[in-house]
Every structure is written in C-alpha cells, then in structure tokens.
C-alpha cells in the first residue's frame, strides 16, 4: 500500500525513486532538509510523497503498526527544529496535497488541502474579495497545515486573531490512520473544542490534511503613521492603553532603538523606540480609529515621523536575507520569541537585554519587537548575534548560554517560554516546567493517542 505513494528511498547516496519514475537528488534533498546551524540534522530512512488523505491514513497505518517513526513535513519554514527528521524516521512531505477544495463565500470561508501555500491560498481567496488576514513572515513558503500545527501568528494578528482564531474546521489523520474531521459551526457547545486539540500539535498527535479557514473581505479604508516613543517601557504602556481602551489595529509594531535603526537606516535620539501602527477596516473605519491612536500616542509623549516608517516595514517585513548572511559568515544568530502580561513584559525586555549584555562577553547584538499585542499582554521578538568562540566546541555553550537566560528570566517575570515559533525539538527541555501540573496531562493525550510514539518523536514533548 505505502508503494502506491510517490515514495523515495535514500541513505548517503543519491535518492532512487520506487514508484512512479521520478529521480530526487542531493540538491533537492538538501533543500528540502537544509543544515542548520546549531540544530539536529539527520537524513530520513524515505520519503512519502501523499496526495491524499487516504494516502495518509495508509502510511501512518503502515508505519504505526511497525513502530517507524513519522515526521509530517510542510513548507520547512519553521525554526526550531520541529521538522527534522530523525535518522530512522519516514518524513510524510504535504506538498503535492496542494488543491483548494472550496470557497463558502455566504459564510466566509475556505476549505484547502494542508499542503497548499499560504500565499496562493491569499491570492486565490484576492480574487474573489476576501483576505485570510494571516500574514506571517514565512508566507511565500508556508502551507497551511503546517501554520495550524506551529501555532502561527500573523503580521496584521492584533485586528484579525492568531491562526488558533482562524481555523474553522479541519480533517486529521491519527497515528491508528483513523480519520477524524471537525467541521465548522460558528459556536459549538459539544464537549471541548476538538480543533484546537491540533492547534500547535506539531505533528505529535497525527497529521493535518485538511484546513477551513476563516475570511475577511477585503478592507477599504487604511491608516498608518510611525512614532518614535521615548523608550520601550513607555512604547508598551502607550499600547496597553489603546489596546484596552478598545481599539484592535491590525499592525501594532514597537521596535527598539537598536532594531528601529536597521529599519530606518537612522538613528533615534537616545533610547526612543519606534512605533509602527496601521489601521484598516470598511469605508471610514480606519480614520476613526486612527485619530484615537494618534490621540493616545501624543499623550503618552510620541512624536509622529508620518506614513513612511510603516512603508518602509511594509516593503521589507518578509525579508530574511541579512539573516541568512550572518548565519554563512559563522556568526550566532537566532531570535527568541516570549510573552508575558502587561504588568511584567517591561521587565523581561530590561533584564534580558541588560543581562545578556553583562554576563555573555560573545554578544555582539541584542535586539528587540513587540509585534502582537492584546488586552491582556503582548510578545516580545528577541534578534541576538554573537561571535563564535575560536573552539568550535564552545559555540553550542554560548549559543545555548543566551537561550537558557531568556528562557529563565521569562519564567522567573511570569512570561510564556513560546509565543508563535513552536516548540518544535529546540524547546523541549522548559516544556514540563512551563505547563507545571498540566505537563503530566499532555503526555497522557500523546499516549492515547499515539500509542506506539511514532508521531515526530522528540517534538513538543521531551522524549520519555
């Protein structure tokens, strides 16, 4: 049954297709598992290539029955490892389940195969009047299965929601290849929401194929403007205030003086940080709400730059190459994001950026945004480099040594270790303190569940 799929077979040589014809080599295959810095890289035993979920549900069956471990594999764009196979592993790659299957355009939705990309899904939905309103940075290689499973959140996410607020329904495949589908209501009062039993599963509880999205039509009214802000502390206070005065634009964006620099090409007087808003909504929508913003930011001591800064984001937001660059000059670099409540997400940034300063000597550059905020609190975006030591040996310690503070300061201020980038194999080790008496809860799901342990083993949970 598993030879039925598009299935490729590879160890250190280059790949054999079984069935149908079709040569894969080692340029594909690495860039499809790409070696990254400072992450676990192994080679899958196969590749199986599903077009649909019946093909799923015969793999998973297959391979639960003989105890080989799965990874469901998407768009690759995710950072922390929850896509990398292990060396035993059969990876299940979602790309060719890439059809969109249907548009409700009475009640604002569409129903799309996992492994079709965001952006054509964006596009698609364009033409006929709507937006998904999901932006994340990883549009133009992400697919919509895989942002359900990593618990996406998207640029324009304080107006429109998280994709946790988005997903109307779905269809999984458990590890058993039992289909289960979950299919919209607006509201339903049936036991726990079982959708969200998916949402940031990262592949540890079985396999999404199917997404029904939420749609917006398309905004005709927007508002942007730039502020600089006397500090990060005030540039958060000045967004709780409109945050729970009511207001929800759907860029809310407050970017540090180191990182407001690289934006801007420019330098802030002192410690100002730059405030990035923009409003969109129906006809008038967004002048309204963006002479309150105005009104609130003046009085919190902003000062307005105009549209431009918010242009400028606009144009490069989805660019990663001076990252990438960094990363091919053997530079450190990783970014953390963490969340925390209003009352104490100050405090995090101060401490993490003056701590990494004090007690990392390797760190070159700590950086910092906020970019989703709501009535109870809002993230924070941490960018670090820092110079690899002379010995290759000490570069994990001081890669690991900057992940570890941030990871305890946010725990000790009453912070989220993971806001939208997964837990993935990066994480693992501050999962069972995070959930604290409910971590005992989520290994008793991922045993009924996945009885055997082949869904992504080592992923979201630490390995027993």
């Not at 077009?51 to 690759?76: H, K, M, N, Q, W």
Request: proline letters at 7%; one cysteine or more; a neutral charge.
């Amino acid at each position: 049954q598993v030879l039925q799929l598009r299935v490729h077979r590879f160890d250190q040589r280059p790949v054999l297709a079984i069935n149908p014809p079709c040569q894969v080599g080692f340029p594909e295959l690495q860039r499809r598992f790409p070696i990254r810095p400072l992450r676990p890289h192994f080679l899958p035993r196969l590749l199986l290539r599903p077009r649909s979920t019946d093909e799923v549900a015969r793999a998973l069956a297959y391979c639960s029955e003989r105890g080989i471990p799965v990874v469901p594999y998407g768009g690759g764009s995710g950072v922390t490892g929850g896509a990398v196979p292990t060396a035993e592993s059969v990876v299940l790659d979602l790309g060719e389940m890439n059809r969109i299957l249907r548009l409700d355009a009475e009640n604002m939705t569409v129903t799309a195969q996992a492994g079709v990309l965001l952006k054509d899904l964006e596009a698609w939905v364009n033409e006929r009047g709507f937006i998904t309103g999901h932006y994340p940075q990883s549009i133009d290689v992400a697919q919509v299965g895989g942002l359900v499973a990593t618990f996406s959140a998207g640029q324009f996410s304080t107006k429109y929601g998280n994709i946790e607020d988005l997903v109307a329904g779905l269809e999984a495949v458990l590890p058993s290849g039992e289909v289960v589908r979950v299919e919209y209501a607006p509201r339903r009062a049936v036991g726990p929401d079982l959708r969200q039993l998916w949402v940031g599963s990262e592949g540890a509880f079985g396999v999404i194929t199917e997404v029904t999205l939420k749609l917006f039509p398309k905004p005709a009214d927007r508002w942007l403007q730039g502020y600089a802000v006397p500090s990060m502390r005030q540039g958060l206070t000045i967004i709780q205030r409109f945050m729970q005065a009511g207001w929800k634009p759907a860029v809310v964006r407050l970017l540090d003086n180191v990182e407001a620099a690289r934006l801007l090409q420019d330098t802030l007087p002192g410690e100002e940080a730059l405030l990035i808003l923009l409003s969109e909504g129906p006809e008038g929508y967004a002048q309204v709400e963006g002479r309150a913003l105005d009104r609130t930011v003046r009085e919190g001591g902003g000062r307005a730059l105009g549209e431009r800064p918010v242009e400028l984001w606009l144009e490069r937001r989805n660019d990663v190459h001076e990252f990438d660059q960094y990363i091919q000059m053997g530079i450190i670099v990783d970014t953390i994001e963490v969340a925390a409540p209003w009352s104490r997400i100050a405090d995090i940034y101060e401490q993490v950026t003056v701590r990494l300063k004090a007690e990392v000597p390797e760190l070159l550059v700590i950086m910092g945004h906020s970019s989703h905020s709501y009535v109870q609190g809002t993230n924070l975006y941490f960018i670090f480099g820092a110079q690899p030591p002379r010995d290759p040996a000490e570069v994990e310690r001081v890669y690991w040594s900057i992940w570890e503070r941030v990871m305890a300061i946010t725990r000790t201020c009453g912070g989220t270790i993971c806001h939208h980038h997964g837990i993935g194999k990066l994480r693992t080790r501050w999962v069972p303190e995070e959930l604290g008496s409910a971590y005992p809860l989520l290994r008793r799901l991922k045993q009924a569940l996945d009885p055997h342990g082949i869904m992504n083993p080592g992923t979201l949970l630490p390995r027993a």
